[in-house]
C-alpha cells in the first residue's frame, strides 16, 4: 500500500482499473462520469494499453465483448442514459459468461434526467437490466477510497466467476475528491482456455457465444447461470454496520447517501436515540440474511435512497414482514442531509412518520 | 496415385449447412474457409457472427468464433483484433445486420480503418425472421413488410453500402462481387483473398459484397433466384472493385 493521494472518484477508478491489470478501455463521453474516459485515455498509452473511443455506448460494450471473450481484463463506463444503452450488451456478456467491469456514475432520471448525482438505476442493476435471467455482481462503494478498492475486487470477481461486474456509484462520488492509496496489484487473471485467441495449435475451436437454439440446451444453461448465481450469493455479501448493535431504527443505505445516514445517525446518538446504519457493499447479491438478522433487535427499518424507492423493496425483502419499513428519498439530483434525514428519524421514533 | 481433386476445406467442419436450397450462404462460407486455408492463417483466424441466417456459421467454420448481437459484429471484431493484433478477425454480416440495425458500427469501423476484414451477404431481404424488408430490398419489391412493394417516397432507395463506405479513408479495399456462376465465384473469391490480404498488410478496413439470392422468401425456384437477382440487383448494385489499397476504382 503506497502513499496517500488526492484524487477525484473518476480518476481513482480509472488507475485503480490499470493497477488491477486492466489494458482494454473502451467508452463513451457522458456527464458525470468523463473524468474516467479522459483519464484512460491519458494512461493507457503509458501503459501500453488499449483506449478506444467507440462510436456509441452500444458499440463499447460490444468491443468490450468482443475483448472479454478473447481474454483480456476489459472495463467499460458511462452513466445513466448510457448504461441503458449498454444493456443489450451486458445481457449478451451475462448469456456468453465473459468476464469484464462496467461502471455506472449514475445520475438523475428518467430520460435524460439531470447530471446529478442519483440512485434510481438500482433496479436496473441489481434487477437484471436487459432481457433474460440473470445477474450482474453490482458493488457500491460510498467513497473514493472505496471505489478504488471495488475496482481492484470487480476486476477478481468478474474473472473468479465469469460474470460482469458492475460498479454502482454516483455523480457524487466520481466528482468528489479524497485522499487514497492503492493497492500494488490485484490477484492475476486465471487462465482462460475459453477464450477466442486464435486456435495456435489447439484442436477444438473456442467459441463465445449466448445462442442455445435447442429449449433443452438453454434451459440447461440457464440451470448452469443459476447454480453460478447461487454460489455467489453465498460467497460474495458485503455489507458495514455502524451503531447497530442496540439500535431500534436501523438505517439501510449505500452509495453517498451512505455518508449522509452517518452522520444522521450521529445526530440521533447525540440525543439518546438508538439508531445505526447497515449499509450494503454489494447491492446484488443483496446481505438480505445479514440485514434480516437485525429484525430480532430493532423495531424498525428506513431505507433511504436517492430514488423513489427501489433498494428499500430488498430491504422488505430482508425483514420479510416481522418489522416495519420506512422509507425516506429524495429525486433528480436533490441529496438529502443529515438534518433533513435526522427530523424523519425523530418522527418515526415518536410514531409519527406512515409507513 | 489417385490425386484429391475437390476436398473440404480444413476450415470448414464437416458439418452439414442448414441453409435452404438455393441460399448462396454455403458457397459464400466455403470461399471464405479456402481463402484462410490458403493464406495459412486457420490457426489465428477469429471470425464474429452475425444475427440472420447465418447466425449458426459458428457451427461449420473451423477456427475460433464469436457470436455477436444483431449488427454489432464490427464492434465485437474491433474489441477482438485490439486485444490480439496478430489474429486475423472477420465479420461476416447479412444485410439486415449490417446495413440497418449495425450501420453505426460498419461506419465506423470502417472510417477508424480498423484492421478487419467484412464479408457482407446481401440478398435484398430478412432471411431468418422471414422475409421483411431490407435496407437493401429493391423499388417495388415485395416482402412481407413491403405487401404492395418497396414503396420508395415512403423509405426511401435501398442503400449502397460499397458506394457508401467508399468516402471513408479507412476502408482500403471495397469489392462487390457475386457467386450466380462458376466464373463470378473465381472473383469472388479472389476478392475475398484480397480483403483478408489487405488485413495481414495491416492497412486498414476491407469490405467484400457479395450478393446472394434467398429462393425461399423470394418465393422462387433457385434458378429463377439467380435470374431474379441477375436481372434486378445486378444493375442497381453493380459489380467491382471500389476501391484498392492502390487507389484504383473500378
Redesign the interface.
Known sequence: MAEKILMKGNEAIGEAAVVAGCR?Y?GYPITPQSELIEYMAKRMPQVNG?F?Q???E???I???????????R?MTSSSSPGISLKQ??IS?IAG?ELPCVIVNMARGGPGLGSIQPGQCDYFQATKGGGHGDYNNIVLVPNSVQELVDCTVLAFELADKYRNPVMILGDGALGQMMEPVAFPDKAAEAPAKPWA??????RKE???????H?QAPDLEKHNYHLQMKYKTIKQNERRWEEYRTEDAELVLVAYGITARVVQSAVDMARAVGLKVGLFRPITAWPFPYEELGRLAKTAKGFMAVELSAGQMVEDVRLSVVGSKPVYFYGRTGGMICTPKEVFGIVKKIMLGEEEK | MAEIAFARPESLRDVPFHYCPGCHHGIIHRLVAEVIDELKVRDRTVGVMPVGCSVLAYDYFNFDTQEAAHGRAPAVATGVKRVHPDNVVFSYQGDGDLASIGCAEIVHAAARGEKITTVFVNNAIYGMTGGQMAPTSLPDQVTTTSPYGRKVESVGMPIKVCEMLSTLDGAKYIARVAVNNPANMAKAKAAIKKAFEVQLSGLGFAIVEVLSTCPTNWGMSPLEAVGWMEKNMMPYYPLGVFKTPEGVAK
Not at chain 1, 460490444?62 to 478473447?70: D, E, H, P, S, T
Not at chain 1, 477466442?196 to 495449435?201: F, P
Open positions: 482494454h473502451f488499449v478506444l467507440a462510436e456509441s452500444v458499440a463499447a460490444n468491443m468490450v465483448y468482443g475483448a472479454a471473450g478473447a481474454g483480456a476489459v443489450e450488451g449478451y456468453a477466442t485467441t486464435g486456435l495456435k495449435g475451436p473456442n467459441v463465445i457465444n449466448s445462442l437454439i
